[in-house]
Each structure stands twice: as structure tokens, then as C-alpha cells.
């Protein structure tokens, strides 16, 4: 299972001229009403605005992978980014099925670090950092860079305001997309090949995304053929897979630091 980094601050009538767009008459504290849809040209504000902003600071993203029900793989992600720099520590708890009858498998847990550091990427195996500096390298780490996902953020999506709510002592506006479909599948690590079921964003007063939720749906099939004749077609049998992705930003703006890791040796990652 696999899947694959702009500091603006806004303050005053600047953050009313931005959240102006969301809803139109807008609350007196600049919010979309609840129950508006947004504009096009106020989810691209949204997207680009975030983006923006989100050059540097901090990201905890949790993703759960299910089949037939049962969760398979958990994902505790901290990553720390600093302009195109990037810091990505993984904790990975596996659920192994258990063979019918026997006793249940208990769960197995795994950390990882992947960096990406002027242009050249690290990765942390057995205690032992290795670097890659191909033009693609970076392509091959485990987790795609979060802020990737708030560019996602489409108008084709609808995007539509459930009003607001406080979170951590701040005051956001929480989005919620009428139609997650269209932005098809995130590639997510873990999740496979599916697609949207949920897509929902909660923004601040300066229309930065803070946090954001994911829900995805597929299927997981496990196939089997026989070895001769060759031309016996695979026999597959399929099951629901679902997945959840959770992401919350913090320290927006704050100054973070991405270090080369020291003792890094040439890796062998493909550079294409």
C-alpha cells in the first residue's frame, strides 16, 4: 500500500474583504450564514488564501483503513513544513486478520520518518537515514505533503456552510461539500484505489483551512487462479473498504525548522 510543500497574513478589513464572498448578507463576524452555498470564486479564495498561508507549521493527520467493517491499518501522522521542506514521522498500527478458528492476531506497530530537505529526499530505515537527490525522488515517499489536499479544495465540490463552531478556543466556519464524488480519489496512502464519500473543511476568520475530514469508500478484492491452463480467468472475491482521513493544522505561520538528518548514505530509490 502506498500513495505518493507561501507565508500571507491577513488582519482587520483585509479578512472582511476575503470572507465577504462566503455569504451574501455575510454575519457580522465576516462567517457564510449557515445553510449558504459558496461561490465559485469563494472556494478558490479558500484554496488559495490556505495555501498561502500554510508555509509554515505543523500537521496531525490520523487515516483509518477498513474492510468488510473491521479496521486494517491506522496511520498517526505528525508532519512539521517549512516552505517546500518537509518532516513526515508515521506511526502505523497493522490489524492482521486471523484464520477461521484460530486464535485473533493482535495488532503490530511501526514508525517511519521521511524528510524532504532543498530538493532532496530521506528516508529512515532501522535506524539508518538514507538520501536520495533525483529530480523525482521525492515522489517515492510514503505520505503525500497535507497541504496538498486543501489544493484540493474544488467549486465543483459545493461547498456548503454548516455555520460555526469554536475549536481549540478559535471561532470557524465549518464547509461542507454537497458533492465529495467529483474530487475522486486523493491517493491517499493506505486507501487504495477509491473515492470520495465526505469531504468536509473548517476555516477560520481569515478563510485558512484549519482542519479537514475525508471519508472514502472502494472495494478490496482478493484474487485466485488456477496455473494451467493459463487462459482460466482470475476468480475474485471483493469486499467493502472504507477509509477516514483527519487533518488538523496548528502553528500556521510559526516558524519551523526541517534539518538534513545527520549520517545520511546514498539511497537506491528509482529517480523517474
Known amino acids: ?74 496511520f498517526s501522522t505528525e508532519v512539521t513544513f517549512s516552505g517546500h521542506n518537509l518532516d513526515v514521522m508515521v506511526g502505523l498500527t497493522t490489524y492482521p486478520p486471523s484464520p477461521p478458528g484460530a486464535p485473533a492476531i493482535g495488532p503490530t506497530t511501526s514508525t517511519s520518518d521521511n524528510r524532504v530537505v532543498d530538493g532532496s529526499a530521506y528516508r529512515q530505515i532501522g535506524g539508518q537515514w538514507y538520501v536520495e537527490t533525483g529530480p523525482d525522488a521525492s515522489k517515492f515517499l510514503s505520505f503525500p505533503d497535507p497541504r496538498a489536499f486543501v489544493r484540493e479544495i474544488s467549486p465543483s465540490a459545493g461547498l456548503v456552510s454548516l455555520g460555526a463552531e469554536e475549536s481549540g478556543g478559535i471561532e470557524l466556519t465549518h464547509l461542507r461539500a454537497r458533492n465529495p464524488a467529483v474530487l475522486g480519489n486523493l491517493g491517499i496512502a493506505g486507501l ?49 473498504e472504507t477509509g477516514t482521513v483527519d487533518i488538523t493544522f496548528a502553528n500556521i505561520g510559526d516558524r519551523e525548522t526541517v534539518n538534513v538528518p545527520a549520517g545520511a548514505v546514498p539511497g537506491s530509490w528509482p529517480s523517474s
Open 1 to 74: 500500500m502506498s500513495a505518493a510543500a507561501i507565508v500571507v497574513i491577513i488582519t482587520g478589513a483585509v479578512a472582511l474583504a476575503l470572507i465577504g464572498p462566503w455569504g451574501s448578507p455575510s454575519t457580522s463576524d465576516g462567517f457564510a450564514p449557515r445553510g449558504h452555498a459558496l461561490s465559485p470564486s469563494a472556494v478558490r479564495l479558500v484554496a488559495d488564501t490556505s495555501a498561502a498561508a500554510l508555509d509554515s507549521g505543523t500537521a496531525h493527520m490520523n487515516i483509518t483503513q477498513s474492510v468488510g467493517g473491521s479496521p486494517v491499518n491506522r
Open 192 to 240: 487504495g484505489s477509491t473515492n470520495d464519500t465526505a469531504f468536509d473543511v473548517w476555516v477560520d476568520g481569515q478563510g485558512v483551512v484549519r482542519r479537514m475530514t475525508i471519508a472514502t469508500t472502494g472495494e478490496s478484492g482478493v484474487c485466485s487462479s488456477q496455473t494451467t491452463p493459463i487462459t482460466v480467468p482470475m476468480h475474485c472475491t471483493y469486499t467493502a
